[in-house]
């Protein structure tokens, strides 16, 4: 069992930054890869960024060269950096871990967080 809780979530203006953290505990076998997701009121649930324990990362072509994804493996906490924020970045964001990749960018996780809310005002 993994249990993830983020945080970091807030409001701020277009332009500004913010850095959302997901903490992991329990069973770190299933948190070797961990991603970020979004959902927007009314919207689909939308894929982020993720990262494995490697340190290879991939991000969404919506906040490439503005996100960032990250992680501490020691303290097994999982950010990411978000500079330039849209108001279209507005959303419920959720971490999400699994031993697979596959299961991760689908959307198919195992482990979830309960989300932090970011809105960005223009």
């Known amino acids: 069992q993994v249990q993830l809780v983020e945080s970091g979530g807030g409001s701020v203006q277009a332009g500004g930054s913010l850095r959302l953290s997901c903490a992991a505990s329990?069973?770190?076998?299933?948190?070797?890869?961990m991603g970020w997701f979004r959902q927007a009121p009314g919207k689909e649930r939308e894929w982020v960024a993720v990262i494995d324990a490697d340190d290879n990362k991939g991000h969404a072509d919506s906040v490439k060269g503005r996100f960032t994804i990250s992680k501490d493996n020691a303290k097994n906490i999982l950010y990411l950096q978000m500079n330039s924020l849209k108001p279209e970045d507005t959303a419920m964001y959720y971490c999400a871990a699994d031993q697979h990749v596959g299961r991760v960018l689908s959307g198919a996780a195992d482990y979830w967080g309960q989300g932090t809310q970011v809105t960005v005002s223009s």
């Open positions: 329990g069973d770190t076998r299933s948190t070797y890869y």
